[in-house]
């Protein structure tokens, strides 16, 4: 198994920053594209950014030129930089990896997709 572990929710007010991460970890062979999402209430999940292992990124466009995506291979680890945040931007957000890992006692080679338990933001106005 593939967990993933999120921090760096919490409370801020509306133009605050917040950083987000998150580590993978397990008997990972490879990391492909990682990601984070988010899910306000009554809404659907949807994807704020996205970075592949060669560091190309996407943003939904509301997020653009205020969030920032980053990862560290090494680290097995995920980031968002949140700036300039907005009471639209109060969520749960979720990250989510997806690769190889080694399963069962003669590691064999999966692909796996996982996701985090989840962190909250919340933007007040």
């Known amino acids: 198994q593939v967990q993933l572990a999120e921090s760096g929710g919490g409370l801020v007010q509306a133009g605050g920053s917040l950083r987000l991460s998150c580590v993978a970890s397990?008997?990972?062979?490879?990391?492909?594209?990682m990601g984070w999402y988010r899910q306000a209430p009554g809404k659907q999940r949807e994807l704020v950014a996205a970075?592949?292992?060669?560091?190309?990124?996407n943003y939904v466009d509301s997020v653009k030129g205020r969030f920032t995506i980053s990862r560290d291979n090494a680290k097995k680890t995920v980031y968002l930089q949140m700036n300039s945040l907005r009471p639209e931007d109060t969520a749960v957000y979720y990250c989510?990896?997806?690769?190889?890992?080694?399963?069962?006692?003669?590691?064999?080679?999966?692909?796996?997709?996982?996701w985090g338990q989840g962190t909250q933001v919340t933007v007040s106005s």
């Open positions: 970075i592949t292992s060669g560091g190309s990124t």
């Open positions: 397990g008997r990972i062979l490879s990391i492909n594209a």
């Open positions: 989510n990896a997806d690769g190889e890992h080694y399963t069962g006692p003669y590691y064999i080679r999966t692909n796996f997709n996982s």
